[in-house]
């Protein structure tokens, strides 16, 4: 077995925190390892907890798109979240999105360190504030630093911070979700030039 498998394991057992009670299983992260890309998201959501795979839903088909688009090969990237586990609050039969708490995220970090020690990525996307400020901190801001190539972090790799692919969904202007859209692709753009070869 593999580090990384046998680190998905351990993970699986993970009760840091209490957002395993309700969650159908850990979503850990997917992809080559190592990897010259990696990308942190906030937490699976409802598709991904059921499947219990990163970036399947909504979401990750609109992520899907944006590296397409950007150039970037989904199969050479390591997909992961902050938060393994979903968190929803229940409205009728859905299971809707609850943001993770500061605790939440301190919580499954050691997980985030963990699988970046082994996919020793050469550049980190931070979709979103939630992934942002699990890897930078609670002051960082997205909105003030998106699409900056950020060199001293003190995480090794350099970082490229951007919108959640949510939060584009989230966007009810045909026209307006379409400039989010492109804006993410820039970003992701950015991350793919400064991958070497």
């Known amino acids: 077995m ?38 942190v998201g906030e937490q699976p959501g409802d598709q991904e907890d059921r499947q219990g795979r990163p970036f399947v839903g909504p979401a990750g088909r609109l992520l899907d798109e944006a590296m397409d688009e950007a150039g970037i090969d ?8 902050a938060v393994k586990h979903f968190k929803w609050t229940e409205r009728g039969k859905r299971r809707l999105h609850d943001k993770p708490n500061r605790a939440e995220v301190v919580a499954c970090h050691q997980w985030l360190d963990r699988e970046m020690a082994l996919v020793r990525p050469e550049v980190l996307v931070a979709l979103g504030a939630t992934a ?26 350099l970082l ?15 026209e307006e979700r379409r400039q989010a859209q492109q804006q993410l692709v820039a970003d992701l753009r950015v991350a793919a030039g400064l991958l070497a070869g």
Do not use: K
């Open 160 to 174: 490229v911070a951007t919108a959640h692919p949510s939060a584009v969904l989230r966007v009810r202007d045909p």
């Open 74 to 81: 989904r199969n050479r990237a390591y997909v992961t979240n």
């Open 2 to 39: 593999s580090e990384i498998d046998e680190l998905r394991r351990a993970a699986g057992a993970c009760q840091a925190c209490d957002l395993w009670a309700r969650a159908t299983q850990t979503v850990f992260g997917e992809g080559p390892v190592p990897a010259p890309l990696m990308l």
């Open 132 to 157: 942002a400020q699990s890897l930078l901190g609670p002051s960082f801001r997205v909105t003030r630093h998106r699409g900056e190539v950020l060199d001293d972090t003190g995480l090794g790799p």
